[in-house]
């Protein structure tokens, strides 16, 4: 039966194999096509690089920007922008703005990025009167510039003039207007061509056609996409947040060339740590440190962690010899802290102890494995610097002291974040008290630089120190506002009352932020102070970090609003209604709640953090019986595990819980 | 569509959450049509144990609003990757919320990110990671099942998701992710996942990033957790993370005296009434009507409770003790999977590269010469490696 094939099955099948032979045909023609092109166009881009190059070192006299060889390229995908330098070369030398276009694609090669310094060529060129503007007002900058007309006559003839090229040093800004012009041009340029081409009824070129727009609006794309790739940097930048991670150890510093940071518990374990040698490198890496003084150490980028293990050999059959008498170790304490001390290596002085010990021989490998992870864990020299994350906050929080973030646990918020499907493009509202703005910041990554995230705060300050950690970029904290819970808009008044009620206490509520940013300049540790101020009811964990107290001498402007712009951003948002709603706090959160579900749009989530599970009984009933559906009230349970060839169990010790979450969405009674 | 943006109204082509009842929740797409087991196409008329809901008639309807079914009434709710979690049609063992959650958190994931899925399964998890990756971020999930790469395309097209995703056909373990240094993480829900480790590290951005695996036995993760601490991999850590949830009940519990025989008596009555009306609210609690009787009982105790001396929810009345409670299920998943996370340093993709490259290399030549149709893609992957070797420093 199934042998049998008929004879139409056959040809059939014969000329199906015919028509697809002749479409590989014909895609290798193309294909061959397509290189020859791009060889043309790889050796366009040669020239133009030439160009530069001569360009730059007439202009330069350092060549700061010259330093990226092609070779640390070869495995990136390429950069899909080039920076105004070729392009106005481009549009210098009259060149037609396609070929500037797909030179866009080629062969990854990038001179300068905005980030570096160009030393030379902004003051060869022109006195450029915005700089200094720019360096201390980018964020007012930007807006500007966004704001500017896209007028394609008014383009033209400036932007021959050096003076129009992108402000060098400025930290945020948008693609140039002639750009924007170029890109959007060659985009409608193409899609007349698609156009003509389909009236003239050429359908072999329609494929063509196609692909060029697509590869238009990508090249249009990215140069937007390449703004936001610039401010997210890879490399530790300075006045970045880093965290400094030793072990088990987190801590998150600033990066100011010439601080030093202290670490570590106070006392003998305490160090201190001039992170100036990670500047330039990628987050992630991993650094050595190197002793400088007794106690102070700066960090050199190592490619390797160099392991302890291989200290462990052969070893005992089990510990029926083994004697606790404290006799086994021959060295004295003061011994190994001037071993420490006197410069030698972790794995030295783990060595040292090591055969100082009289019974370590008789210990089992694993052990001996044991004992030399917890020394290394001790006597370690190894850093990594990597870039703050929610993760990591949360971790840092957690294990310095847990009830510094109400217990919010990291699973717990992970669980938060999903139920109130926060997402970039909606209107969210958070209230969040004595969780130090963990709530509010991992929203904010969240949503990156589009929709709303409105923070309710009650008190006199935002909470915010989670938010300031995370190297936020400006366009990202832009989607944040912040409005007093007091103040929040009536729904049955009107809006014209409303805004003459804003009115009024505009100029107190000025003074009050304006105090507020003194405070945060003036002293750099108002993260401690301010905890003091707010929380006197909770014991803190002393402050570690004495040095911080140093003046500081850069520090990113904190709030991108004045107060009064905030509560009008802010009512806005909750005029409109908002498709999420997070409270988090230590109080109460039934009244708080109550008052912010009437902002939330029937049919969307809400989620209220507790660390009791008491109130949330109380909230389920009260907001089933009114406004919600789809109640659940739940924790979360979370074990880590020891994973290790022939040892894995779970850890011995674990969080008992994470504190409480009653999730559900509002619906429309009746 | 309605995944991907937000509207006020119900429109033709959205889905939407129906939910009747804790335990009756379904997803619907609103549309004229549906395909029914005889393969006609027939009116989208839904059928629940409260009678029957004419699908279309929910367009112009408000999200969050009441409908009425033939024999009762229901909410319609937007949809979110949580409740598609739950209502979604399963083809495949599925992630639930909690560990999604936790994925999507530890793997770091933002609007922009790049991320790997390795095991597309039904798409509970590409929902998640879709919303968190935003419209400027990419997803490429990949299957080694035909048929469920082509319905997962069509599911994640249908709710307005199709531009942040590339759904690919296969098999990780021979052919990798398929993208090569584009990664900021990488998720892999596979059952040799340290066969699909070295793939994996190849399509990370030269910056690193985070890799997960999700595991059901630990000799799987003992076995990956070797592979990524001899790869180089930093910040392994092993967990499982499970919800418990609370069902909010009023109990009241007999308080037993030995003073006189008469209360006794009382007190057995008092825990028959507890048990029938327990009972009552067991089977209510799931009908539509259910809410409202636990509303009754609530009003009733909380006048109760107002009247009394404490005011503080608990109350001593006629020798019981009244009390509002979280209940434990009586039965919950106890074990979805050991969930596996890691950094990938950047030193760590710098020391890889130039030997996956060969290794690649070495593969796709030997793929070459043994397909005698030397295709475009093929010769494409073969030029572009060997440049990539050519040009490394060393």
Known sequence: MESAVSFETYLEMKEKLESSEAMIQELQNNNAHMRSQLDELSSAVKSLREENMSLRSMYSSGGIGGTLGPSSHTSTPPPPFYPSTISQSLHNGDVDPQVNMRAGRGPPHRPFSMFEPRQGLPNVATPCHTMDHARTSAYQLSTVRMSGEYDNTRTRSPSLEPTETTPLNLPYCQPTQEEVVRKTEVITKRIQELLISAQEGRHESFMPCADQIHSAVLDMDAIFRKVIMLEKKDEVYEGCTVVVQKGTYLKTCRVVPGRSYAFGKRGDGQFTLNVDGCLGCPFGSSFKMERISKKLFSIQKIEEHPDSLDIVKEGGEDNRDLRDDGQSQKLTPEEIILLKDSGMTGKEVIQAITENSTTFKEKTVFSQEKYVNKKQKKYDEVISILRPSIRLLNNMYYSQDPLKIANLRIDTLSQLLCHVNVQPGGNFVVFESGTQGLVTAAMLHRMGTTGRLVQVYHGNHPQRDAVDLMNFTVQELKVLSFINFTKLPDKLLDDVVKEESTANGTEQMEMDYQQEEKNSLDDNTDLETREMKTDSEVVRPLIEDVESKKQQSTRPRKFIRSQAEDIQVSSSVLRENIEGLVVACRQYPNNVTRELLHYLKPGHPFVVFSPYKEPLLELFVEVKAQSGTNLRLSETWLRHYQVLPQRTHPEINMSGGGGYLLYGTRILKG | ?394
Request: proline share 5%; glycine share 8%; aromatic share 6%.
């Open chain 2, 1 to 394: 569509m309605s995944f991907s943006e937000y509207k006020e109204v119900i429109q033709e082509g959205d889905t939407v959450i129906l939910y009747i009842g804790v335990s009756q929740i379904y997803a619907l797409e609103v549309k004229p049509k549906v395909i029914n087991k005889l393969g006609q196409a027939v009116d989208n008329v839904f059928q629940t144990r409260y009678g029957s809901l004419k699908v279309m008639d929910l367009i112009g309807v408000k999200f969050g609003s009441k409908v009425s079914l033939s024999k009762g009434w229901a909410h319609v709710l937007y949809p979110t990757p949580e409740l598609w979690t739950i209502t979604l049609p399963h083809r495949t063992q599925i992630l639930y919320t909690p560990d999604i959650s936790m994925v999507v958190t530890q793997l770091e994931i933002g609007p922009g990110s790049v991320v790997c899925e390795a095991g597309t399964g039904s798409g509970s998890l590409s929902h998640a990671l879709l919303r968190a990756i935003g419209p400027t971020g990419k997803l490429y999930t990949c299957d080694f099942h035909k048929e469920r790469v082509q319905v997962a395309l069509d599911e994640f097209t249908r709710h307005g998701l199709g531009q942040r995703v590339t759904v690919s056909h296969r098999d990780v373990y021979v052919e990798g992710l398929g993208v090569e240094g584009v990664a900021d993480a990488v998720f892999l829900d596979l059952p040799k996942p340290w066969e699909a480790l070295p793939h994996a590290l190849t399509a990370f951005k030269i910056t690193g990033g985070r890799i997960c695996s999700f595991s059901p036995c630990i000799e799987q993760v003992s076995r990956a957790c070797e592979l990524m601490s001899s790869m180089g991999l930093k910040e392994i850590t092993t967990l499982e993370c499970l919800a418990r949830e609370f069902h909010v009940k009023y109990i009241c519990l007999p308080i037993i005296s030995d003073s006189k025989k008469e209360p006794g008596q009382k007190v057995k009555e008092m825990e028959e009434e507890v048990l029938e009306s327990s009972k009552k609210r067991k089977i209510e609690d799931e009908s539509v009507e259910g809410i409202v009787v636990d509303e009754d009982i609530h009003k009733k105790i909380r006048n109760d409770v107002q009247e009394g001396p404490s005011g503080s929810g608990t109350k001593l009345r006629n020798n019981e003790f009244q009390f509002k409670t979280g209940v434990t299920q009586l039965k919950m998943p106890g074990h979805t999977g050991f969930l596996t996370f890691a950094t990938v340093p950047p030193e760590c993709i710098a020391k890889d590269e130039i030997e996956i490259k060969e290794l690649m290399l070495r593969k796709c030549a030997v793929w070459c010469t043994v397909t005698s149709r030397k295709n475009y893609q093929s010769m494409k992957i073969l030029r572009m490696l060997q440049l990539s070797v050519e040009t490394q420093p060393s």
